[in-house]
Nanobody, 124 residues
Framework: QVQLVDSGGGLVQTGGSLTLSCAASGRIDDNWCMGWFRQAPGREREFVAAIALGDSRTSYADSVRGRFTISRDDAKNTVTLQMYRLKPEDTAVYYC?????????????????WGQGTQVTVSS
């Protein structure tokens, strides 16, 4: 079993920055990818960013590309999401997720484990 603990959310003004972290523990396989998703009230959970194993290839939703950066530290089993130039529409609960595969995915159905979520609120 794998446990994911995500943290770092908070309240920030438009244009501000936040860094989210996700720490994985438990029986972690050799092949895993991490993703970040978010869910705003009344909306579906949507893809934000993902990072693959090996070449650490990254992918981003169009809405955050150029503003968010995902990175991973395999030695510590952690993944970080740096968020810059935040907008009110970025307000949501953010979830990290682990997929037991070499390849990353932007579909929430492909992920095996989820963190508990951390609230990000961007005030206008």
């Amino acid at each position: 079993q794998v446990q994911l603990v995500d943290s770092g959310g908070g309240l920030v003004q438009t244009g501000g920055s936040l860094t989210l972290s996700c720490a994985a523990s438990g029986r972690i396989d050799d092949n895993w990818c991490m993703g970040w998703f978010r869910q705003a009230p009344g909306r579906e959970r949507e893809f934000v960013a993902a990072i693959a194993l090996g070449d650490s290839r990254t992918s981003y939703a169009d809405s955050v590309r150029g503003r968010f950066t995902i990175s991973r530290d395999d030695a510590k089993n952690t993944v970080t999401l740096q968020m810059y130039r935040l907008k009110p529409e970025d307000t949501a609960v953010y979830y990290c997720a682990m997929r037991l595969s070499y390849h990353a995915s932007d579909s929430k159905d492909d992920y095996n484990y989820w963190g508990q979520g951390t609230q990000v609120t961007v005030s206008s």
